[in-house]
């Protein structure tokens, strides 16, 4: 009968078997269940993604510095995808905090609904933001993080879509978006560019996220 790996016998002076954290496992795990997604994704409407991989944590992170989510009374994502950023934004709400998702693609809505069930993700595009911000019985939104892929979203769709985000945010409210360092130079990059600066009062450029593929910066607008 062979015995189970808990039963096997440790030589003396055997080196001992490799470990890995179990954090470790764990994010191994939710990277190969966010490509199961996000590929598919990818393939049924490019214009959507424009992206080949999930954004990193470190991109996450950066996505979040400047906003005080844990006094925030309104906290919306557009463009959530397979939750890279969410998860992260989750770590920082407020316990008063409301927060809500807008992803246009089902199956990333039916994997969010699997993976984060008790996180309200609605199935529909961010030019329909307004609405949602009226169900949720809060006046406006003190932050909106945004996953959307500018650089290949038509400029009529760009523009309707940051209409709504400007008028839904507080005064003072704050907004987060990312650009790919090789593309935010690029005519489109620089036509989204002009769109935030007619849009709100204050841009800003994070330093570049080397830690994500491709590496990225953040623009931080405020109203």
């Keep these: 009968m062979a015995s189970t790996p808990e039963q096997r016998e440790v030589l003396p002076g055997s080196p001992s078997p490799p470990t890995r954290p179990p954090g470790l496992w764990r994010r191994w795990g939710r990277a190969f269940r966010d490509q199961t997604v996000f590929l598919p994704a990818l393939w049924r409407s490019p214009q959507t993604v424009g992206a080949v991989c999930p954004s990193s944590r470190a991109l996450a992170r950066a996505m979040l510095t400047g906003h005080n989510l844990r006094q925030a009374g309104l906290v919306v994502e557009l463009g959530p995808g397979t939750g890279a950023f969410t998860r992260v934004i989750l770590e920082a709400l407020g316990p008063t905090t409301r927060f809500f998702a807008l992803e246009v693609d089902a199956g990333a809505v039916r994997h ?20 949602y911000v009226v169900r949720s019985g809060r006046p406006q939104v003190d932050a909106i993080v945004s996953g959307l892929p500018w650089a290949v979203l038509p400029e009529d769709l760009q523009r309707r879509i940051m209409t709504q985000v ?24 620089r036509r989204y560019w002009r769109l935030l ?12 996220v080397w830690w994500n593929l491709p590496p990225a910066v953040v623009y931080h607008g405020v109203k």
């Design 112 to 131: 969010l609904h699997r993976v984060l069930p008790h996180v309200e993700v609605f199935h529909d595009s961010a030019e329909r933001l307004d609405e």
């Design 166 to 189: 400007a008028g839904c945010l507080r005064p003072g409210g704050g907004f987060s978006t990312f650009a790919y360092q090789h593309a935010r130079h690029s005519t489109a990059g």
């Design 197 to 208: 600066s007619t849009l709100f009062a204050q841009v800003t450029v994070s330093p570049t």
